[in-house]
């Protein structure tokens, strides 16, 4: 099993850039696909981006292309989440996940989670 904890969350204003960071323990780091998910106030969780376990493959939601990058650092059992250019849509809590299966940037399963930090982002 492994336990992750976020950090980085917090507010910016509108156009404005955070790095999230999610760090891990227990069993070994690189032997999981890292996600991240977030969740608005009165909407479901939803994904936002996935790498896996080399960092070979990435995967993005639609809504945050091109405006934020996910990466990781197997040394470090950290994985992060860049995020430019930000709107006040991505106003969330967001979550760290990570996966036992594989990812391909296909869909992304999680099996355990992280407990979230809120990210505000002011127009």
């Known amino acids: 099993q492994v336990q992750l904890v976020e950090s980085g969350g917090g507010l910016v204003q509108a156009g404005g850039s955070l790095r999230l960071s999610c760090a891990a323990s227990g069993r070994t780091f690189s032997g999981y696909a890292m996600g991240w998910f977030r969740q608005a106030p009165g909407k479901e969780r939803e994904f936002v981006a996935a790498?896996?376990?080399?960092?070979?493959?990435?995967g993005y939601a639609d809504s945050v292309k091109g405006r934020f990058a996910i990466f990781r650092n197997n040394a470090k059992n950290t994985a992060y989440l860049q995020m430019n250019s930000l709107k006040p849509d991505d106003t969330a809590v967001y979550y760290c996940?990570?996966?036992?299966?594989?990812?391909?940037?296909?869909?992304?399963?999680?099996?355990?989670w992280g407990q979230g930090t809120q990210v505000t982002v002011s127009s």
């Open positions: 996940a990570a996966s036992n299966l594989p990812y391909n940037s296909g869909r992304y399963y999680p099996n355990y």
């Open positions: 790498i896996s376990r080399t960092a070979v493959s990435t």
